[in-house]
């Protein structure tokens, strides 16, 4: 049963509750994938922007999206992907940056050429191979306190 009070923060509100696959810390309305979400009568309209074009994440995000929709009981609805305007770490907010920190993945800054250390902050970093945990990250060393993290390249 589709409830007739449905509306747009109720669905944003659900969005909230779908982890994004790569770091399911963190929710795909603070991963900044959810631009927009629209009402047209009962059907449901998701506009996404994939954090990065390449990434393998992105049909994921239309199927994750799909099943919590329908999980919720709505059956009429489209989940659109836009590539522009182009996703960019500045939508991810200073709270998920601080999240993904304290999950030891540094989140890229705006010097993007200087990666932060999660473990002791440090810039002095080096890349220690491209392939990390998952497709969308790297693994990066620390030369400070010599911890290896992982760096999220698909931001
Ligand atoms: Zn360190």
């Known amino acids: 049963m589709v409830s007739t009070n449905l509306n747009e923060k109720e669905i944003w509100g659900w969005m909230t509750e779908v982890p994004d696959p790569e770091i399911p810390i963190i929710n795909l309305v603070e991963l900044g994938v959810i631009r927009a979400v629209n009402l047209k009568g009962n059907a449901v309209e998701i506009i996404i922007t994939p954090t990065y074009t390449g990434c393998p994440a992105k049909q994921l995000f239309v199927d994750l999206i799909s099943e919590k929709l329908v999980e919720k ?8 992907s836009r590539i522009h305007p182009v996703w960019t770490t500045d939508w ?64």
């Open 92 to 155: 991810l907010s200073e709270e998920t940056k601080a999240k993904l920190l304290k999950d030891g993945i540094s989140p890229p800054t705006v010097h993007n050429k200087k990666i932060i250390c999660p473990h002791c902050k440090s810039y002095n970093t080096v890349l220690a191979s491209q392939f990390g945990s998952t497709p969308c990250q790297s693994l990066y060393k620390c030369l400070e306190c010599l911890e290896p993290f992982n760096y999220f390249k698909c931001l």
């Open 73 to 80: 009981g709505i059956n009429d609805f489209e989940v659109i």
